[in-house]
Every structure is written in C-alpha cells, then in structure tokens.
T-cell receptor, first 117, second 108 residues
C-alpha cells in the first residue's frame, strides 16, 4: 500500500518555542492530507484538512494561528505548533489520500509524540 | 453531530474463540464506516470498509442501519489479531471520525 512518512517521530521542546512536523507521501501524490491529535486513552481527533495549494480547513475548536498547516506540494504537508505549551503535548498523526482513493482509504503516518516541557 | 462509540476499551478472548468488537454510530447522513487496526509498533491501517463487504484476515463487519451499528466479528480469534481496533465514520471526503478504540488481546 501507499506509504506516508511522518517526521520526527518524537520531539521534546521548551515551552514557548515552535515545532514543525512533516508529513510526506512517499510513493503517491496526496491531494488531501489530514492532521489528527490523540490524547492519552482517547480517540484520534481530526484537527484540520489540507488540500494542496489552498488554506487548511480547521475543525471547530482548533486554533488555526496555533496550529499552522502548510500543504505546499502534493507530497508534503507540515504542521507547526507555535508557541508550544505543555497542554499541546500529545500524539499527532497525519494521513493522506489521493483523488483516486477519495472515500476509500486514508494512509497514515507513524505519528509524532510531542512533549512540551 | 456525528459520533462513534466503542463501548469496550479492553477485550480479551482465548485463541480460537469468537470475537466481536462493538461499534455504534450516530450520523444524520448516509454513513460510510470503516475499521482501522493498529498492531504493536505499527501505524494505523485500514482493515475493512463496509461498502466493499469483504472479509479481511477473517474479519467481517455488517452495517446495521436500524441499530446504527457496525460490529467487527471473527469466528476464531488468532494471537496475531491482538491489536488496537478503531471504528471510524466518514462524513466527507475522507474526513474520518474515530471511536475511542478497543484493545483486543488474544490469549494463547
């Protein structure tokens, strides 16, 4: 199946700094990428949907100025957590799909564990 | 609003026993439902989707619109089935809403 690579897998940062997480589709062109957040013992929560070349669509309650999403190419989307705080510590997962696979299957990255100290 | 409920966080069965992972949903539109699985130290991956009506690794799931359920079943559990299972509802173009997941442990 298609491969989605997410980097870094783990990151520890100081409170107040910004962290960038990359999500790459390695062997296909991802027309749409999704960013999820997972709190401990809770489900994945969709944060935002990004289409290549356009602004991301954020879910209700997600601060777009806090979580900056860029989808500059068909193979790369980035999530930047700005001015990180300890409450931003979480597991972030991206997924990607293609126009052909729309409504059929999303391919997931391996996730990024963010710890803000 | 859409909602996916997986009432069991943990489920343990013996090898060879039948297993059923429950999933109920709430959605005003026409539901597209999926089961995703995450094996230990691996990424989340699609197990099956209701529209294909397929059996993957011996698992099946039937959409019951009357009961708003999409339970995952397997007649004979195997050790390699031990994993985290997520039921997911698709509302738009791959906008997935996940349940809280059920960790299945198959006891040898």
């Amino acid at each position: 199946g298609a491969v989605v690579s997410q980097h870094p897998s783990r990151v520890i940062c100081k409170s107040g700094t910004s962290v960038k997480i990359e999500c790459r589709s390695l062997d296909f062109q991802a027309t749409t990428m999704f960013w999820y957040r997972q709190f401990p013992k809770q489900s994945l929560m969709l944060m935002a949907t990004s289409n290549e070349g356009s602004k991301a669509t954020y879910e209700q309650g997600v601060e777009k100025d806090k979580f900056l999403i860029n989808h500059a190419s068909l193979t790369l989307s980035t999530l930047t957590v700005t001015s990180a705080h300890p409450e931003d510590s979480s597991f972030y997962i991206c997924s990607a799909t293609t126009q052909e696979n729309m409504n059929t299957e999303a391919f997931f990255g391996q996730g990024t564990r963010l710890t803000v100290v | 609003a859409q909602r996916v409920t997986q009432p069991e966080k943990l489920l343990s069965v013996f090898k060879g026993a039948p297993v059923e992972l429950k999933c109920n949903y709430s959605y005003s539109g026409s539901p597209e439902l999926f089961w995703y699985v995450q094996y230990s130290r691996q990424r989340l991956q699609l197990l099956l989707r209701h529209i294909s009506r397929e059996s993957i690794k011996g698992f099946t799931a039937d959409l019951n619109k009357g009961e708003t359920s999409f339970h995952l079943k397997k007649p004979f559990a195997q050790e390699e089935d031990s994993a985290m299972y997520y039921c997911a509802l698709q509302t738009g173009a791959n906008n997935l809403f996940f349940g809280t997941g059920t960790r299945l442990t198959v006891i040898p």
